[in-house]
């Protein structure tokens, strides 16, 4: 058996990073260790409600701070203005007003799709998100 254990997420800053995913999306902060041989953090986050069963372990993001001009021009648009990452909820309604109430800015507005209710987002840096909860 195989999974996907963690996605890299290239950011500016780890704390302002840390601030819109635990603070605006509700990420739950997995780690956050400096690694002096590297002189640079290991921060890893996860969704809400991510680890707390083994039947729902998702990937998670390790935040990784560019330091060089060519990590830092994918910052905010690593696939090249494509939706990079899918957050799956449980709940479309609950976490698409918690998002808008926080300031999150949706690219595009609420639909419906043969898989389920979608919206797309922009985290801190432009990059694109579906925030998705598909159908049963």
Not at 19 to 31: N, P, Q, S
Not at 103 to 128: C, I, M, N
């Amino acid at each position: 058996m195989q999974r996907l254990g963690m996605v890299s997420l290239v950011v500016a800053d780890y704390d302002e990073a840390l601030a819109f995913y635990v603070g605006k999306l509700g990420f739950t902060l997995v780690e956050d260790s400096f690694v002096p041989e590297q002189n640079k953090r290991w921060v890893v986050i996860e969704p809400p409600g991510a680890g707390q069963s083994p039947s729902n372990q998702g990937a998670k993001l390790l935040l990784a701070r560019g330091v060089n001009p060519e990590q830092t021009s994918r910052i905010g648009n690593q696939t090249g203005g494509r939706v990079f990452l899918f957050l799956y909820t449980d709940d479309f309604w609950r976490d698409f007003n918690a998002y808008k109430a926080k300031g999150v800015e949706f690219a595009r507005e609420p639909s419906e799709a043969p898989y389920g209710t979608v919206a797309v987002f922009k985290d801190l840096y432009g990059t694109l998100w579906d925030l998705v909860q598909l159908r049963s």
